[in-house]
């Protein structure tokens, strides 16, 4: 699978009210929030992952469960842009 960015939104969780060293596990954490798609973006499906990040980079992936994996992102959902 390749994978192309075309947009990226880094936040802290809860922005910044409930950060990631306070998490347990099995903890289930609900953090809305919009990415937008840069004007031109060629029409086709793309794929909206997550990563958790420290000052380090990017964490690894220890249990996703049933969730899709790759490059120590976690798939949420696809979108389809249209021209």
């Known amino acids: 699978?390749?994978?192309?960015?075309i947009a990226q939104?880094?936040?802290e969780p809860g922005?910044?009210?409930n950060p990631t060293?306070?998490?347990h596990s099995e903890e289930i954490i609900i953090d809305p929030h919009?990415?937008?798609v840069p004007t031109g973006t060629p029409a086709g499906?793309?794929?909206i992952r997550v990563g958790l990040y420290n000052d380090s980079g990017r964490l690894p992936v220890a249990d996703a469960g049933s969730a899709q994996v790759l490059d120590d992102t976690i798939f949420i959902s696809q979108v389809t842009v249209q021209r």
Do not use: E
């Open 1 to 5: 699978l390749n994978m192309t960015l």
């Open 9 to 11: 939104d880094d936040n």
């Open 15 to 17: 922005n910044g009210t």
């Open 21 to 23: 060293n306070t998490w």
């Open 34 to 36: 919009q990415v937008l």
């Open 45 to 47: 499906t793309y794929q």
